[in-house]
């Protein structure tokens, strides 16, 4: 099993930047992709960004340019920087990592809420 808490949420202002962090733990082996969702009030959750084992990433056209998806191997954690916010980034932001036998798990989410 593997368990990812995420952290950094919070309020921000239209404009602003908020860094999120996923730290896992357990069984962080194979890890094939990791990656970030999120779910904005009322709405399904969408894909955000994506973290191949090979470092290579991809970006949903919404944010692209604005958010960096990284991480740091030494700590087991991958981040996403997210720059000029506005409102409509406000969500419940989740962390995914899936590994090469399958396994797909699922941090609890961090709430950011943009204020205009």
């Known amino acids: 099993q593997v368990q990812l808490v995420e952290s950094g949420g919070g309020l921000v202002q239209a404009g602003g930047s908020r860094r999120l962090s996923c730290a896992a733990s357990?069984?962080?082996?194979?890890?094939?992709?990791m990656g970030w969702y999120r779910q904005p009030p009322g709405k399904e959750r969408e894909w955000v960004a994506t973290?191949?084992?090979?470092?290579?990433?991809n970006y949903a056209d919404s944010v692209k340019g604005r958010f960096t998806i990284s991480r740091d191997n030494a700590k087991s954690t991958v981040y996403l920087q997210m720059n000029s916010l506005t409102p409509e980034d406000t969500a419940v932001y989740y962390c995914?990592?899936?590994?090469?036998?399958?396994?797909?798990?699922w941090g609890k989410g961090t709430l950011v809420t943009v204020s205009s």
């Open positions: 357990g069984r962080i082996f194979a890890i094939n992709t």
């Open positions: 995914n990592v899936a590994n090469i036998f399958g396994g797909n798990y």
């Open positions: 973290m191949f084992n090979d470092d290579k990433t």
